[in-house]
């Protein structure tokens, strides 16, 4: 499966963005996808996932109540409400065919990454 991520930007604090992720190649609704984020000199950490079906989601700390994850047919999409400064970062779409995990290692496909910056 192929990935392409999208809906970057810059946004001051407070503010929303949606990310999408448009899937093709091979069904991408038998695979588990997340979100991760890269910040600058950071390594790569886990935003949320959603399960093949989209009944189950989890989400990292940081991000719980302000970011949701969902999926419709071949796209995956991240709405990001009330962003923070520490939310800037380069964001990865991802996916592979075992169950949901926050395990980076484990996604076989990524996207090119999106960047979203927050200012104060």
């Known amino acids: 499966v192929q990935l392409q991520a999208s809906g970057g930007g810059l946004v001051q604090a407070g503010g929303s963005l949606r990310l999408a992720c448009v899937a093709s190649g091979h069904s991408f609704r038998s695979y588990t996808a997340a979100w991760f984020r890269q910040a600058p000199g950071k390594e790569r950490d886990f935003v949320a996932s959603i399960s093949v079906g989209g009944g189950t989601t989890h989400y990292a700390d940081s991000v719980k109540g302000r970011f949701t994850i969902s999926r419709d047919k071949n796209t995956l999409s991240l709405e990001m409400n009330s962003l923070k400064p520490e939310d800037t970062a380069v964001y990865y779409c991802?996916?592979?065919?075992?169950?949901?995990?926050?395990?980076?290692?484990?996604?076989?496909?990524w996207g090119q990454g999106t960047l979203v910056t927050v200012s104060s």
């Open positions: 991802a996916a592979q065919r075992a169950g949901s995990t926050d395990d980076r290692d484990r996604y076989g496909y």
